[in-house]
């Protein structure tokens, strides 16, 4: 498979990829450039430059997965990516030592007036009384997110002596108290904290986060830090605090304009400024461009990757017991949709066994991605199953249960379509697929790329007329089961085929006396 990456990673990610697959290292494209390009790659790596927009994912027809080599994804469309099925992961571990340090390098700085101090020196000058510091000990830090950065200063605040303080709705009071933080409510940490560093996601809820109310609730004299995203600060509103005196002082590293030309911050006193260096460690470069590659490899080699943004994140437990059923399932998708003859409206699937005590979120996936890949021609995956059964109106119902008689595990789908249901169940027997359930039949059998199905009158010599039409059609047939529960009453009989079924052939053996109905199942991949 084909690489592209956009912008500047270390060597050792870019040597990683190599191992595997073909690389082009093309930085400094324009858009127009990387649109045109795109179409020809199967994988893209970016840091933060880079604007993955739906232009850009348009374009990349053969896109299978995009590698943000950082924490944040601000500058790549997830819904767009979603919708198309390509993959994002990031970093999120990579950095997070240096990210951590600089915060504090900031903080110090900021606490001592370091910069101000250095530039006064070389500038012949020596005004000791002007850069009187403030000392950390005893302080109170409120930390605004309590991720792997926030947990990790929160850490080396401890030893600091620092009393620590932090917001975050996602994390629960045990996890905080195990780092030493106590949890409190927004407005309380803004009352409360002589630092506060901040340490989210830029979207829609955290966008001016820090702003003219939230100002007015902060301690005054407080030193306020960014080391997140930019955007997370009101620029404007920061540098009049700043002016004012209600804030003490602000060290940013991130800017809502990278470079920050014409930030009101550029001339606002008491700041530490520095041009988005958090990751810009030489270890940090190394870990991160290393870890996003790893997970491209992981993606296009089909396997789920450690830190997708836009799928569900398996812990390996789930990942190793689902996996023998993800073939299962994308079968019974195929098998449910041509059975229904018609678009499912609502789509059942149903976990029985050891396997309802895993997370049921890949199984669906496949699941849908069977049932769908009949009647559209988009990429269906674990990314975009659920929003594409969104769109088409179809509705989606996980239901478990202990329960699966003498299976270990059973799947099985209900497919609701005009007023009628089809159900198909199946197992995984030592690794391979087992068929055993046809609506209200029990059977047992393998599944095949090409499945004659019929439904008829339990008679003498039904069996044999149909075998003979398919054999003067010179159609071989590998594995056949009747399913039954009363003597020459309805039955299903499921028949392996070694070829595919002409239609003149389906046609004949519809018109025999006892059939009432038949299907050709394609259920293999390149069917």
Not at 74 to 100: E, H, M, S
């Amino acid at each position: 498979m084909r690489i592209l990456v956009a912008e500047p990673v270390a060597d050792a990610g870019v040597d990683l990829l190599r191992a595997h697959h073909e690389v082009d290292v093309r930085t400094g494209l324009s858009k127009e450039e990387i649109v045109a390009a795109i179409g020809d790659y199967d994988a893209l790596v970016v840091r933060s430059q880079v604007q993955v927009d739906a232009d850009v994912i348009g374009a990349g027809s053969r896109l299978v997965v995009i590698g943000r080599a950082g924490v944040g994804v601000d500058n790549v469309d997830l819904d767009a990516a979603t919708r198309a099925g390509i993959v994002v992961v990031n970093a999120p571990t990579g950095n997070t030592i240096a990210a951590a340090e600089h915060t504090l390098a900031l903080m110090y700085a900021l606490a001592r007036r370091i910069p101000a101090a250095d530039a006064s020196l070389r500038r012949g000058e020596w005004k000791r009384s002007q850069f009187t510091g403030t000392e950390l000990r005893g302080k109170t830090l409120g930390i605004i997110g309590l991720g792997k950065i926030g947990l990790a200063i929160a850490d080396r605040a401890r030893a600091m002596e620092m009393a620590i303080i932090g917001h975050d709705p996602y994390v629960t009071a045990e996890q905080a108290a195990n780092h030493g933080v106590e949890p409190v409510e927004l407005d309380d940490l803004f009352g409360r904290a002589d630092v506060i560093t901040v340490h989210v996601p830029l979207n829609r809820a955290t966008r001016g986060l820090i702003g003219p109310v939230t100002l007015e609730k902060i301690k005054r004299g407080a030193l306020l830090l960014n080391v997140a995203r930019g955007g997370v600060l009101d620029e404007g509103a920061v540098a009049a605090a700043l002016a004012d005196g209600r804030l003490g002082g602000a060290a940013v590293d991130v800017f809502e304009t990278e470079p920050p030309i014409g930030s009101p911050l550029l001339e606002a006193p008491n700041t530490v400024l520095t041009p988005h260096l958090g990751a810009s460690t030489a270890e940090a470069q190394v870990l991160v461009a290393t870890e996003v590659a790893a997970q491209i490899l992981d993606v296009l080699d089909g396997r789920p990757a450690s830190y997708a943004v836009n799928a569900p994140l398996l812990t390996p437990e789930t990942a190793q017991a689902v996996a023998p059923y993800l073939p299962l399932a994308e079968t019974l998708g195929r098998f449910a949709a041509q059975l229904a003859r018609s678009g499912a409206g609502t789509l059942t699937v149903e976990i029985a066994g050891d396997l309802a005590a895993h997370d049921a979120t890949p199984l669906t996936a496949a699941a849908l991605r069977g049932l769908l890949e009949t009647v559209t021609t988009e990429r269906v995956n674990l990314v975009n199953a659920a929003t594409l059964a969104r769109v088409r109106g179809i509705t989606v119902v996980e239901r478990k249960t202990p329960e699966a008689g003498p299976y270990a595990s059973l799947l099985t789908l209900s497919a609701e379509a005009e007023g009628r249901t089809v159900r198909i169940g199946g197992t995984v027997v030592a690794g391979e697929s087992r068929l055993v359930r046809l609506d209200d039949y029990w059977l047992d059998m393998a599944p095949s790329d090409v499945m004659l199905v019929t439904r008829h009158r339990d008679r003498p010599g039904t069996m044999g007329r149909i075998g003979q039409l398919l054999g003067d059609a010179d159609v071989n047939i590998s594995a056949m089961h009747l399913a039954r529960r009363i003597p020459r009453e309805d039955a299903f009989m499921i028949l392996a085929l070694d070829d595919d079924v002409p239609d003149g052939v389906a046609d004949a053996i519809r018109a025999t006396d006892a059939v009432i109905d038949l299907w050709v199942i394609r259920a293999g991949t390149d069917r």
